[in-house]
């Protein structure tokens, strides 16, 4: 990395606390390797052609103490790797996973590249990452690159994530490399050249199950003591000094992150697609999208990533129960610093309860019912069962619902709440069966807090507008043609994805259009990326 025109970047205090807490491989040529006895690799980027910055999410910036965009393509040089800012030290990180249940060794930082940590004047720390910025050791046989198709789709959605409330890595910029990458997006045989692109991500760190993983798996213990006491001291500092108490306080605290988060997911029909233990964080952020989508119809069965077709094990009802199967296999990689069975349990069981809870707060705020009654367990289950009998846009029949007051009407007029969300006619059976729940709907809220207050309480838990996986191709569609004016409109619609926004209702409060039905990027999503 090469020095040049200063950016904001350069006037910013940067610091290494994952260099400093945990030892570095000592090799310093990028290939392919085992790396054991270490954490990390120093790496820098490899350099692009013509950087070019595409996208940039001004509250990141804001975070980071940057402010504004005055000299884009000096900053595209930064965030594209082929230039240093002063104080960064880009390395990569080893992790392992178990990746579609089964574990596989060592992966690692294979195509992202951390350059360290901004230190704030409050003490807050964001490490910035960029995600394609060209082969680690951690490669393998991959190139290290990304193609703007899955940038664009990790840069909205880590936005529009965080501006429904869901914790989730950040993304500061997308910045195109003007090279292109060799990819066959459906796995068909069929590869092709695809536009490049880095995005820079942002989170307090990127540390994941996996790199838990990958030194209980080398019997490593003296290292998982490290990272044990580097995650504590970074990130969990109220949980008493080191030692077996504080470890099982960590567990339980990522316990109780993951199953908040999960229970987030649930709420705004996130599926990630990919739940491998190498892309759970252990702040219980979302991280790492690939082939996520968001429920149109609802359908806990369904899942975008065709690389999960047949298990289907990533679908979105199985999620929760994939996060406490994931915290099992954390368990067991920190057992060697609690060595108390008992306990580590016991933390699983509470993953349950604490899930349970979360969930049951999100429906009385998704149904506006105040508080929860020991007969609405009937009131949601027939509401499922209502959004699952034909094919229901999940999104569009709870922000109904949310717009809805409580008095009552005849049976047209409520089938006219629910009828943008339907994505086939009702029969006279199920017509019924709507009208009655909505009826008993009705009847419970009516009473509770008035209508306006409510619907405020409703409105703020069911988003007007999420990402879709047909609005981001439409974005990519129109990025790869030099385009980005679709992809800068739909940035700024999913910023406020709880307000009406008149000027979007047209183009994005709207079910899935049929075209997108079964066109690669909309219904099907793999891994390549
Ligand atoms: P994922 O399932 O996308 O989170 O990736 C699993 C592993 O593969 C991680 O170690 C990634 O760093 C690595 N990986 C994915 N794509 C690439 C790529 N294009 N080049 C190098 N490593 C990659
Ligand atoms: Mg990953």
Known sequence: MATATPTPLDELTWDQSFQRDLPADPEGEVFPRQ???????????????????????????????IDGVHAPDALAQVLSGNV???GMAPFATVYAGHQFGHFAGQLGDGRAISLGEIVRPDGARWELQLKGAGPTPY???????????????????????????????????????GEDVVRDMLYSGDPRPEPGAVVCRVAPSFIRFGHFENFAWRKDHANLTRLADHVLARHYPDLGAPGPDAYLAMLQAIATHTATLMAEWMRVGFVHGVMNTDNLSVLGLTIDYGPYGWLEGYDPGWTPNTT?????????????????WNLARLAEAVYPLVQDEAALNAVLEGYRDTFAAAQQAIFVAKLGLGAWRP???????????????????????????????????????WLAVVAPALYVPLDDAQQAAWVAWLRRWAARVRGGAPDAARQAVMRQANPKYVLRNWMAQLAIDAAEQGDLAPLTRLHAVLRRPYDDQPEAHADFYQRRPEWARHKPGCSMLSCSS
Not at 162 to 172: D, E, F, N, S
Not at 377 to 401: H, I, N
């Open 35 to 65: 790396v054991i006895n270490a954490a990390w690799s120093r790496v820098a980027p490899t350099p692009v052609r013509a950087p070019r910055l595409l996208a940039w999410a001004p509250e990141v910036a804001e975070l980071l103490g």
């Open 84 to 86: 240093a800012a002063q």
């Open 139 to 177: 490669s393998r046989t991959a190139d290290g690159r990304a193609v703007l198709r899955s940038s664009v789709r990790e840069f909205l959605c880590s936005e529009a994530m965080h501006h429904l409330g869901v914790p989730t890595t950040r993304a500061l910029s997308l910045v195109g490399t």
């Open 308 to 324: 999960d077709r047949q298990g289907k094990r990533y679908r979105f009802g199985n999620q929760p129960g994939v996060g406490l």
């Open 375 to 413: 007969e609405d367990d009937d009131l949601v289950t027939d509401w499922l069962a209502c959004l699952s009998a034909v094919e229901t846009d999940m999104t569009l029949a709870y922000r109904q619902l949310s717009d809805c007051t409580a008095a009552d009407r005849a049976p047209a007029e």
